[in-house]
């Protein structure tokens, strides 16, 4: 059974996504066609926006679902006017929280992913800027700047995983792969061991390091399983020998991976949402 | 008024953030403390999460607001029993869904952000890779395999739009920087002319540009007042005489400059959450 699923802002369309998944992944015996309509913010998107969803019901045989964040009455009345299930966050949680607050809300479209302060964005910027810079230990210099240094062997997850927190969250996140050399030496590399308390240990399954190393170098004596669990063999016996706290990446999403380090660590987010 | 709001779940949290600070942006006069707890998974850690909520609750004189999305119906119960708004994403909102889909959901805990498929995972690291070797005009072999290739002076806001596509989406983006030298030539620069479908334009307030690259090169020619604006001046010119479309990134979020340009483009995300 396909059920079309509409996930409908008059933003991004970004929280909508990620609640809509969220409800979603709860049945996971249907099959689900999601399409994300944003910036449906004027009356005539949302009249061809309802084309959209009408055509998707007529097609299926069965009514849509609308999962949105929809903030203007205006709109949210033209997609009203056929018969879907709607799923509707404004509708359903600001009155409870005008209550409570005992004041009015403002109503204002696509706030939520808005820039809300101009420092908040350049605080963004530059971190992504530092993840960058400070890639695959590129540079070292800039460590003692760094909320966290993730050390790991190659390809195990440590530049999304910067990036990510980076962009999500504003951490500055700096990463230093572990090489084969790195891991026979006994001990840390010398240009980590200032840096102890910030490190943080990515590992990986053998098998999905090599099928991941082999998209990049295919037939590699850097991809066979051989090598990948070896240097995972080495990687994880270091972390345990240097007290290094570590997570395995290989069921988790950049997410999880993100948030968990952060919540292990207790770092914050340094972004004002 | 100083209220304290915690965002709970017991997966990333992600969602809860997302969710919860569209809806507070909705009460502008409200100062709010946001308070992230994510992988409340056990009832131990539900039953810290609640002494922090008491805590605060006490401290303010005022109940606190929990966004939660909570699945579990035991951790759920133990956060109810201090007094709280509680805005209760599952309970709320699977129900009318299960009656929909004529199914029980599988109340399984944190799937939302939870790897779904190994084959999307390694999409999404290829659209990073791709974005951080393409960009800054650091390669232009690839631009046949682009999805987007974005476009602009130095420092306009490329590269983060670009890694956000590619974590966010799984879209392929490239960027090309446009200097004073391609600008003050009559038309594109040589390897762009390929791709003139796939190009986007990004600019910004001389202003703010001014600011970002003061903090990068101060006091420079690089980073004058009148240098940005010369820039500017011709690179929207340029994407004028071009028939290139931009979008003016001064007073958008990565998320917004991102999904304004999907929307623009007919793109759709390479990712099966």
Known sequence: MKRTVFFISDGTGITAEALGDSLL????????EKITLPYINTPEK??????????????????????DTI????????????????????????????HEFCTHSSYSVGKSHAIVEASSYRERINSVNFAL?????????QYSKAD?????????GKTPTCLYMAL??????????????????????????????????LTIDPFQLTAIRHERRPNSRYSSLDQ????????????????IPFINTTTFSIEEISTRIMADRGLHRRLNN
């Open 46 to 67: 949302a009249a061809e926006a309802l084309k959209a969803i009408t055509a998707a019901g007529i097609k299926d045989g069965l009514r849509p679902v609308l999962i």
């Open 133 to 141: 810079e400070n890639d695959d230990g590129a540079r070292t210099k």
């Open 25 to 32: 992944a709860q049945f996971e015996e249907i099959e689900f």
């Open 228 to 243: 990948c669990d070896k240097e995972i063999r080495f990687v994880e016996r270091l972390f345990a020998s240097q007290q």
């Open 148 to 156: 966290i240094i993730l050390v790991g062997v190659s390809r195990c």
């Open 71 to 98: 903030v203007n009455d205006e709109i949210r009345q033209i997609l009203d006017s056929c018969d879907t299930l709607k799923i509707d966050v404004f509708s359903t949680f600001i009155k409870p929280l005008e």
């Open 168 to 201: 999500q969250f504003g951490i500055r996140a700096a990463n230093y792969p572990l090489t084969e050399d790195d891991l026979t030496h006994n001990g840390l590399p010398e240009c980590l061991l200032p840096y102890k308390e910030k490190l943080y240990g």
